[in-house]
T-cell receptor, first 115, second 113 residues
Framework: NAGVMQNPRHLVRRRGQEARLRCSPM?????VYWYRQLPEEGLKFMVY????????ESGMPKERFSAEFPKEGPSILRIQQVVRGDSAAYFC?????????????FGPGTRLLVL | AQTVTQSQPEMSVQEAETVTLSCTYD???????LFWYKQPPSRQMILVIR??????QNATENRFSVNFQKAAKSFSLKISDSQLGDTAMYFC??????????FGQGTTLQVKP
């Protein structure tokens, strides 16, 4: 049973470009969470999605950031017009159901570097 | 709002010895879940142990155990017989009704040979 997959593992973008980060949850998991880890800090929640629905985007910056989890295919975190402050590790996690009792399993992360 | 605090930025321990990492949290919820995750140099987030708040018995996973003090809102991790492979950053995390994880700032643990 494959774990949570994320790609690319490393992504380099110049200021003003777009970054697309992909996450495929574990088989049988329909809930996806995105977290961001700035250097030397803990992970911060960004957004929680189920298939075709955004459940909680309270941690997502209001501008330039968007996320989706279509009926078919991976979840996508999209960052438009990237700035240097977007440089971070972005982690995706999945769980089989909703609620705090469900353990979230993490992917390996995508390291975004903005030049 | 829930908060999670890890007051020890760095710790070290000799191989084969025992070390305890501290974590405190704040919440008004009565039912919640607590986790310890490990992040080795590869930066993969690995679940170490979880605790349900409604359970009085402390969780144990092999060499890892927790001391859960609900009234004090404390959730420490004890690592027995430390191994070199335990060297990593350890994050304490809280999950309530919403399902999202709230993480502490992390503790970097160095196991010395």
């Amino acid at each position: 049973n494959a774990g949570v997959m994320q790609n690319p593992r490393h992504l380099v973008r110049r200021r003003g470009q777009e970054a697309r980060l992909r996450c495929s949850p574990m088989k049988g998991h329909s809930h996806v969470y995105w977290y961001r880890q700035l250097p030397e800090e803990g992970l911060k929640f960004m957004v929680y999605l189920q298939k075709e629905n955004i459940i909680d985007e309270s941690g997502m910056p209001k501008e330039r950031f968007s996320a989706e989890f279509p009926k078919e295919g991976p979840s996508i975190l999209r960052i438009q017009q990237v700035v240097r402050g977007d440089s971070a590790a972005y982690f995706c996690a999945s769980s089989p159901d909703s609620g705090g009792e469900e353990t979230q399993y993490f992917g390996p992360g995508t390291r975004l570097l903005v030049l | 709002a829930q908060t999670v605090t890890q007051s020890q930025p760095e710790m070290s321990v000799q191989e084969a010895e025992t070390v305890t990492l501290s974590c405190t949290y704040d919440t008004s919820e009565s039912n919640y879940y607590l986790f310890w995750y490990k992040q080795p140099p590869s930066r993969q987030m690995i679940l170490v142990i979880r605790q349900e708040a409604y359970k009085q018995q402390n969780a144990t996973e092999n060499r890892f155990s927790v001391n859960f003090q609900k009234a004090a809102k404390s959730f420490s991790l004890k690592i027995s017989d430390s191994q070199l492979g335990d060297t990593a950053m350890y994050f304490c995390a809280f999950s309530g009704n919403t399902g999202k994880l709230i993480f502490g700032q992390g503790t970097t643990l160095q196991v010395k040979p």
